[in-house]
């Protein structure tokens, strides 16, 4: 790999490790995309003949820091169960007898019941630089996670589907969609840095009896060019209007059938009988209803994709509940009731878990109605059939959906009828990502909050703060894109910034803010890196060819080992799912660069020395640039 150059100048310190022998010994490192596998590695095997312990039983017990006046690395002395002697006296023993001549490590420390170890800056600097330059975006990525088989690549990549956003056609683009998209594509980035193959899915909610009264607002106040100019507007509208007159007609019936007036007729006739009678023309594939529908569909899809353009988010397939065939529903239905999963419930179709599943279990899950007394299938049923035709159509290893924490029983009870009805192995590939509420979000227009406003409201606000400050605004080439950016980062940033699990307040005036944990700070932090290698005026073979031994001073060495982590941070984001894991890195790693300026000026120190510092933030530039696009953001230069 391009990387090479960087690990074997590492490895040239060693005597007794290759590539290959790390590779065989150790299957789940991979030093050239990682080179703090190394670093383990050396650890295990340095200390298997102080300790007693097989360097393989050392290796996954070494943890990485969070701070770094804790060291580099960690050993928990106790998880190696050594009887007959306390873990503080093991640990200065071990340090004591550790090497001094190391070619990696200090001394260990031992700090209680932990060994710390502590990198050498020079190795590490003069290796890790330019591996960082030559795999540029790559650095991070690491493509051998996501193998079916490790040691035999020709078989292929593993396959994850995301299902994320999934708004309502002709309804608000909520909050909730918004942290579905949020994170949904955050989570498809992630598995693609990890050498998965990703399918990005839209599931939208584009079928049911909605339609037909929608089609029924169309046909009476629709406006061609307000369709064809924003159709999720105009379509909301209409929709607004056509359910205000649904709802005033039958508050009107209701109130002549108290008075004991016969009200047959006039239900018989009304909007959501029409609404009803056109939607069973739909599923009934009427040419005309259809083709009303999927005009409505395709008009909406258009424009969804150029909002998800300016988010950096491409889908693979628009799909939605449309695409569940009556057909498809009807076999999940014969095979439920072929095998004792549902039973009828005065005319509707039930699972009832508490019979299906003894204990806690069953009681949690509760009863999920499949078909109501009408015959209409609920979206449990639809969930189900689509959920098998996926596994059909894909071969998924694994699905993620990204959905609100208010459906996590619909989730649950979705997956346990999946491995009721024999597929338990599709149904331990599924899995709910879930999140909390986003509190106190509206617009300056009103409160409907499609996401081309949360957006526009946001580019506003950071226009209007981009204004304040006269001379920096008068160098911008494109005020208008730069403030577009910017909001989005402040909106995406935020929402990132806490755990998913936890409900967060929508603060325009914090989250637009370049002081603090923001958004903007990040973009700013990045423009800074750009803007020093525009004034520095240094070549690019100038810092292929820097004397890296010349970075030796302690914020230097500290700015090195933090970019030496970033493979670590996002190899624990796959374990942990969590966006904030990346973003508290990315916050860490920014303000040890930017303290860092006073003391490592580029601009004005003699020739070798500004090759050498330009080279570490060069390095550093594009570590922060990966770290914000596996977030969903797009790094500004100027």
Request: net charge neutral; hydrophobic share 40%.
């Amino acid at each position: 790999m391009a990387s090479a150059s960087g690990i074997n100048q590492l490895l040239s310190k060693l005597d007794n490790l290759t590539l290959d022998s790390i590779s065989e010994k150790y299957p789940t490192t991979h030093p050239e995309v990682n080179p703090y596998d190394l670093y383990r590695v050396h650890i295990g095997e340095v200390l298997a003949p102080i300790v007693g312990v097989a360097p393989e039983k050392i290796h996954p017990l070494i943890q990485w820091t969070n701070t770094l006046d804790k060291g580099d690395f960690v050993l928990p002395i106790p998880a190696l169960r050594i009887k007959g002697a306390k873990p503080d006296a093991l640990g200065a023993e071990w340090a004591a007898k550790f090497p001094e001549d190391d070619p990696l490590f200090d001394k260990p420390v031992a700090q209680g019941p932990f060994l710390s170890f502590y990198v050498k800056g020079a190795p590490l600097t003069q290796s890790l630089i330019p591996m960082i330059r030559e795999l540029g975006a790559g650095y991070g990525r690491n493509p051998f996670l996501g193998l079916k088989d490790p040691k035999d690549p020709s078989k292929g990549k593993k396959r994850i589907v995301v299902e994320f956003s999934s708004p309502n056609i002709a309804k608000p683009f909520h909050a909730g969609h918004l942290r579905s998209t949020i994170i949904g594509s955050f989570l498809a980035n992630l598995y693609e840095g990890a050498g998965w193959d990703v399918v990005r899915i839209n599931y939208l909610g584009d079928w049911g009896k909605q339609y037909g009264l929608l089609a029924l607002a169309y046909e009476r106040y629709g406006d061609e060019d307000a369709l064809k100019k924003d159709p999720i507007d105009h379509l909301f509208r209409l929709y607004v209007k056509i359910n205000a007159e649904k709802d005033g007609e039958l508050a009107d019936i209701e109130a002549k059938k108290k008075q004991g007036q016969d009200v047959s007729d006039l239900l018989a006739n009304s909007l959501d009988e029409q609404a009803r009678r056109y939607f069973r023309k739909m599923t009934d594939k009427d040419r005309e209803a259809l083709a009303l529908w999927k005009r409505f569909r395709d008009l909406s899809i258009v424009r969804y994709k150029a909002t998800y353009a300016r988010l950096n988010i491409k889908f693979d397939e628009y799909s939605g509940e449309s695409q569940v065939t009556e057909e498809a529903m009807e076999k999940v239905a014969k095979e439920m009731a072929a095998k004792g999963i549902t039973k009828e419930d005065q005319g509707a179709v039930l699972v009832d878990f508490t019979e299906l599943i003894p204990g806690k279990e069953g009681k949690r899950l509760g009863k999920a109605v499949i078909r109501k007394r009408d015959g209409t299938a609920l979206y449990l049923t639809r969930d189900i059939a689509e959920l098998l035709g996926r596994y059909e159509k894909y071969g998924f290893d694994h699905m993620i959906y990204v959905v609100a924490s208010q459906q996590d029983l619909h989730l649950q009870q979705l997956f346990k009828i999946i491995e009721l009805l024999g597929y338990k192995d599709i149904a331990q590939r599924c899995q709910h990502i879930n999140f909390g509420l986003v509190l106190g979000m509206s617009t300056r227009k009103g409160t409907v909050k499609f996401l081309d406003d949360i957006l526009r409201d946001c580019a506003d606000h950071m226009h209007d703060v981009m204004r304040k400050n006269e001379n920096k605004y008068a160098q911008v080439e494109d005020p208008e894109g730069t403030a577009d950016t910017l909001g989005i980062s402040s909106v995406m940033t935020q929402d990132m910034s806490g755990k998913r699990g936890n409900n967060y307040t929508f603060d325009l005036a914090v989250m637009t803010s370049f002081e603090g944990d923001t958004g903007p700070y990040l973009q700013y932090a990045h423009t800074r890196l750009s803007s020093i290698k525009r004034r520095a005026n240094v070549t690019d073979e100038e810092l292929a060819n820097a004397d890296l031994s010349l970075l030796t001073e302690p914020h230097a060495i500290n700015v090195v080992r933090l970019l030496a982590q970033w493979p670590d941070v996002a190899q624990n984001t796959l374990r942990t799912l969590e966006p904030t894991t990346v973003v508290t890195y990315l916050f860490r790693l920014t303000h040890v660069i930017s303290s860092s300026y006073d003391q490592l000026q580029v601009v004005g120190s003699e020739p070798a020395l500004k090759a050498a510092r330009m080279a570490l933030y060069d390095a550093s530039r594009i570590v922060v640039g990966n770290c914000m696009r596996l977030l969903g953001l797009s790094p500004l230069e100027r």
